[in-house]
């Protein structure tokens, strides 16, 4: 290793100016000595856990800033990546940290630090299971949701069966674009075709029916290959609803409801529907569906997060063969209708098969679903119904907390702006420490010419991070 190789390390990703590295180890000798005693013995009483002291300065106009990146990195909680000029990559506790500025010099900042090796816990720690958390809310917010449908749905109105038949056919429609397991789906979709079938006799039990509809929409996280691959179910099924839908499948105006006479060449929607007061019944029966539809696609998109495996096995692909890809049928030919071979990047969950799914892409996630909640629990105020409110007032902190403990195991991506032309060999060693991540930075960033990545290009980097 060259000179110059020798001059910069990082830690999370920021790079700073190497000038020495003072490390311990060893044993944990005890003298065993006694007194009036010519002779005794010393004892290893295990490893001295290894530590190095840092120190590294950072060098330029501005300096400032790059000082204060430097300290947000090494003062954020937990273990973290290291690229060591001597070691390569290594997971690192930091330790004390010190900082020096002086006058006498200006632009250049010098940085102490001790770093531990990260180790292994030989006791587990005593933490919340914010995942648990998480699916416990959404059980509560889904109870409190379909008490709220049953306190308002009224029963014997007419037209109630197309507007449940709607939803269903928009699931089944939704459904069908995503990679599935076999099985399950085969499952999911003998229960909504049990669902459909007795439309008639749930509408009787708007208990029944709720808990019917609330279990189908929580149920789609379970028949795809990775619980995040749902969420997308759940935002176009409440973007489908959030208008008049339910009033349009009540009083005909949709495409299902359209009766055609051939022979008489003519069309026409047939409401059922007499009186004033049954129309404003079923219109305000609408509505309720409605709520029970957003706010049941709400909680189950958390519960689906809730659901997601970040931890160090992450392989949500593992048998290829027990996939069902985009437009394969289930009753098809599976022997000459291949699956395309997954394509796993250091076994990180994706909501999409070839992207990673990083810290930044949970976080922007979770904030967006507790916008959406927050929307639900205002108009829960509004209508007066405080238990749902309270629900999703606690399901929404509970997202909250747990993509920002259950983030930290994700990476993170950062974006890099090239000074010169650089190939990808060299940028995986710059970034990683190895070489052998050029085929991630090509990959992820879809670079045609990876020999020669101008400084115009924008360069996605994914840290790794070490989970236990």
Not at 305 to 334: C, K
Request: aromatic share 6%; net charge negative; proline share 4%.
């Amino acid at each position: 290793m060259s000179f110059e190789e020798r001059l910069t390390a990082s830690v999370r990703g920021v790079e700073f100016l190497l000038n020495t590295v003072d490390g311990k180890g060893g044993r944990r000798a005890i003298p065993r000595e006694y007194p009036k005693r010519e002779s005794g013995w010393t004892e290893d009483n295990g490893a001295v856990l290894t530590n190095e002291q840092i120190v590294g300065k950072v060098v330029g106009k501005d300096y400032m800033t790059l000082l204060r990146n430097l300290l947000d990195a090494l003062n954020q909680p937990g273990t973290c990546e290291m690229i060591h000029p001597w070691w390569g990559v290594r997971t690192v506790q930091v330790g004390e940290v010190s900082h020096r500025l002086d006058n006498e010099e200006d632009g250049v900042a010098y940085v102490t630090f001790t770093v531990w090796e990260a180790g292994t816990r030989l006791f587990p720690s005593a933490a919340i299971d914010t995942a648990a958390t998480l699916g416990n809310a959404a059980d509560a917010a889904n109870g409190a949701t379909e008490q709220s449908f049953l306190d308002s749905f009224l029963t014997g109105i007419d037209n109630m069966g197309p507007m449940v038949d709607t939803l269903l056919d928009d699931l089944d429609e939704l459904t069908r674009g995503l990679p599935t397991l076999p099985d399950q789906f085969r499952e999911w979709t003998d229960r909504l075709m049990r669902t459909k079938d007795s439309v008639g006799s749930l509408l009787a039990y708007p208990g029944e029916l709720a808990r019917e509809v609330t279990g189908i929409v929580e149920d789609i996280k379970g028949v795809v290959t990775d619980p995040i691959r749902a969420l997308s179910v759940y935002d176009n099924v409440s973007r489908r609803w959030e208008g008049m839908r339910a009033e349009l499948a009540i009083t005909g105006g949709l495409s299902t409801g359209i009766i055609s006479d051939a022979s008489a060449g003519s069309a026409a929607s047939g409401p059922t529907i007499d009186t004033a007061t049954e129309q404003n019944a079923a219109l305000a029966n609408g509505e309720a569906f409605t709520k029970l539809i957003t706010r049941s696609s709400a909680t189950a998109a958390a519960s689906a997060i809730a659901s997601a495996n970040f931890g160090s096995d992450r392989d949500f692909t593992a048998d290829p063969a027990g996939s069902v890809t985009i437009g394969q049928s289930l009753t098809g030919d599976q022997v000459n209708n291949q699956l395309s071979r997954p394509v796993v990047m250091d076994g990180v969950i994706g909501a999409d098969r070839n992207l990673l799914l990083t810290a930044d892409d949970l976080e922007a996630m979770a904030n967006q679903l507790a916008a959406t909640l927050a929307e639900l629990a205002m108009d829960a105020v509004e209508a007066g119904e405080s238990s749902v409110w309270r629900s999703l007032r606690d399901l929404r902190l509970a997202l909250l907390n747990d993509s920002r403990e259950r983030g930290a195991q994700l990476p993170r991506r950062r974006q890099l702006t090239l000074a010169t032309t650089t190939p990808a060999a060299l940028l995986a060693w710059q970034q990683y420490g190895n070489t052998e991540y050029r085929d991630r930075l090509v990959s992820s960033n879809n670079l045609r010419d990876p020999a020669f990545i101008t400084p115009s290009t924008r360069i996605d980097v994914i840290d790794e991070v070490a989970n236990g």
